[in-house]
């Protein structure tokens, strides 16, 4: 299950993703996006640890950040809290159970859209789930691995992450792992050793993804009530390939 893994990677999960970094390179297209249709509400669906939605408020953004973690929310809420943010232990089937607030634009990072497909619950549907929480004229702002991308040499490491924590040198690693299935297997491996030892502690976790491969993106998200899809290959706005690592896409509510 999903929220076993993050469980597990919930300390380390800032960590693991260079939450600095990953800010500093995704920020500058979302403001963007966002400030083009004047948006104030934000839902960040999968919001993990709450980095975004803390970048987002201090912006001057109202942002409502759900996850299904308890280790993720719990995360989120502990951290220091910023103006305008609101985290809780949610579905996006909650929130339009609740119907109360539309927003402005609605994010899907990181592994989220992956996580929301099931046998049961198609991307088409996904996203028929999603319109009714954005107003008329919002966007979907998603972003998820290419699987194109990892199918092309069937196994792609991430950067290899490492730090020192509570006098431990921590050495993190990520692979996405084709599986020949329906699949991506996202394979994690932590070791971690004292300055007095000689030896590493080693660790693996691992979470399948759900193959969404982008022209079925584009298909969820065009037509029905989506308009104004488009789709890079990054956060810089390049041209997608199946040389890319990422796909990044936005769409608009009719």
Not at 87 to 110: H, P, S, V, W, Y
Not at 206 to 226: D, H, T
């Amino acid at each position: 299950m999903p929220e076993d893994f993050y469980e597990q990677m919930a300390d380390e999960y800032a960590q693991m993703t260079d939450e600095p970094a990953r800010l500093s390179r995704e920020m500058p297209f979302l403001l963007r996006e966002i400030r083009q249709i004047e948006g104030k509400e934000i839902l960040d669906i999968g919001c993990g640890t709450g980095a975004h939605a803390r970048a987002l408020a201090a912006e001057g953004f109202r942002v409502l950040g759900i996850d299904t973690s308890p280790a993720m929310i719990e995360k989120a809420q502990s951290a220091p809290r910023v103006e305008g943010t609101t985290f809780e232990l949610a579905t996006i089937g909650d929130l339009a159970a609740r119907a109360t607030q539309r927003f402005d634009a609605i994010l899907c990072l990181g592994n989220t859209l992956p996580h929301l497909v099931t046998e049961d619950t198609s991307l088409a549907k996904v996203s028929r789930q999603i319109a009714p929480l954005l107003r008329r004229g919002g966007i979907v702002i998603g972003q998820i691995v290419n699987v194109s991308w990892v199918e092309a040499e069937g196994v792609r490491l991430q950067p290899v992450r490492s730090w020192i924590e509570a006098g431990r040198e921590v050495l993190l690693t990520r692979h996405f792992i084709n599986t020949g299935g329906s699949d991506l297997l996202m394979l994690v491996s932590r070791m971690t050793r004292r300055p007095s030892e000689t030896t590493w502690k080693a660790e693996t976790f691992y979470q399948y993804l759900q193959k969404i491969m982008p022209v079925e993106i584009e298909r969820a998200f065009e037509s029905g009530p989506w308009g104004n899809y488009r789709a890079y290959g990054g956060w810089a706005g390049e041209p997608l390939t199946d040389a890319s690592p990422s796909v990044v896409f936005v769409t608009s509510r009719r």
